[in-house]
């Protein structure tokens, strides 16, 4: 869907906007940062941003924004141009300013005389930046985005010309819920018969590292796993050291977690001050983690 450029919102810096463009013309009298912010109503946290980007005058920056969050005003944006670096991806809050989480690539290689077209591609906390349909750099965002407001950024006292400002989301595409547990029964069970029933009736797609068809290192299809879903289930009652590594680095992620275990498992020292789903391995306790598991993931 391709956006009225015109309904965009200038938080900061000097606009002028028409249906096909948005430029830049500049920062505002006595601003704090010579920069420029608009947002649009569209909203999305995954799927694919696209825009073209051009500097009349000079090479500037002009990056796209996602993830904001208009009650504390931070957001990401990844793009072209900024700390001396062609292409990069970086993070925005107040009273720290912006701080690069990747760069590629040296700024004297991008040209004033050049159409770039920037494409972000959002999956859970990963992100890819593509420059004229080209990956030029791909990270992890340090947590999960907890707002979803787009818009576009810009640099310096150049002009910057935005256009064809065009968001793809696929509805066909749930978010996911990545399930960590140990493999055999009972546990195939509750996976199957509780699991994975309740996760699609809450309009999430479950699923674990076993459900991926493609050769590789399954510590990758699991680190993945954990990086793109929106929310972790983990099913902790065997001391499963594997499920613990990845228990601990949903955590390291600050991804929403729903830990599940069955009634009378102590849980380990670490893990104790978390919430914890505890369920009864019979028909009645089926019933009770689908109502409880329910109410946690909403």
Sequence with gaps: MEIDLEVLA??????????KSAIYEGPQENAWAPFGLAISSQRLRNG??????????????????????AKTNAYFSAGIGGYGYAYLLDEFTLGRGWRALRTEGGEQNISAATLYDIEVQLRGQRVRLLVNS????????????????????????APVEFSKFVVDIDDIDKPHVF??????????????????????????APYRADDVY??????????????????????????????FYELGYAHALGKPTILLAERGRELPFDIRGYRCIFYDNTIGGKKEIETKLACEST
């Design 214 to 243: 493609h050769p590789g290192l399954v510590l990758e299809d699991i680190i993945e796993g954990l990086v793109e879903s929106e929310v972790i289930v983990a099913e902790i009652t065997p001391a499963n050291p594997n499920v």
């Design 179 to 204: 399930v960590v547990m140990h493999f055999g029964e009972p546990y195939d069970t509750l996976y199957r018969d509780v699991i994975t029933p309740v996760a699609t009736e809450m309009g999430f």
């Design 48 to 69: 694919r941003i696209r825009a073209t980007v051009a500097f009349p005058k000079q090479h500037s920056v002009g990056r796209i924004v996602f993830g904001r969050n």
């Design 10 to 19: 200038p938080l900061a810096g000097r606009w002028q906007f028409r249906q």
């Design 134 to 157: 080209i990956a030029v750099l791909e990270g992890n965002l340090p947590s999960p985005l907890n707002a979803d407001q787009i818009g576009l950024f810009a640099y310096g006292d």
